[in-house]
């Protein structure tokens, strides 16, 4: 997996590129434990890249929105390919994330808060 950070304003954006499983579910959270505690509480994270997702995928993604929660900050989800959106309603994620076909949508929404 590789894992690209950027920032616009005060929205950090992690576009991830590869499957998003056991092994790889360790990097992506230490990366957003790492920024959320440098103080972002604004995440988008990109799934463009993203052909698999495993539930260890989805349980860090499931802690980061939580921790974000209870910061008064948020986390969204951007261009998830339909294998992965079908994993995410599956497991009823799709209703506790907001999630965007544009990367640029969920930016301007975390924007707006």
């Known amino acids: 997996m590789k894992l690209e950070e950027k920032r616009e304003g005060n929205v ?3 576009t991830l590129n590869g499957r998003l ?3 790889s579910s360790n990097e992506l959270e230490r990366s957003i434990s790492a920024l959320i505690d440098n103080g972002s509480v604004r995440l988008v994270v990109n799934f463009d890249g993203v052909d698999y997702i495993s539930s260890s995928g989805l349980r860090v993604m499931l802690a980061s929105l939580k921790r974000l929660k209870k910061a008064e900050g948020d986390l969204k989800l951007a261009c998830l390919k339909p294998y992965v959106k079908e994993v995410f309603d ?5 209703q506790l994330f907001n999630i965007y076909e544009q ?5 301007n929404s975390s924007r707006d808060e």
């Open 12 to 14: 950090a954006i992690l």
């Open 103 to 107: 990367e640029e949508e969920a930016v």
């Open 21 to 23: 499983d056991a092994y």
């Open 90 to 94: 599956i497991a009823g994620f799709t």
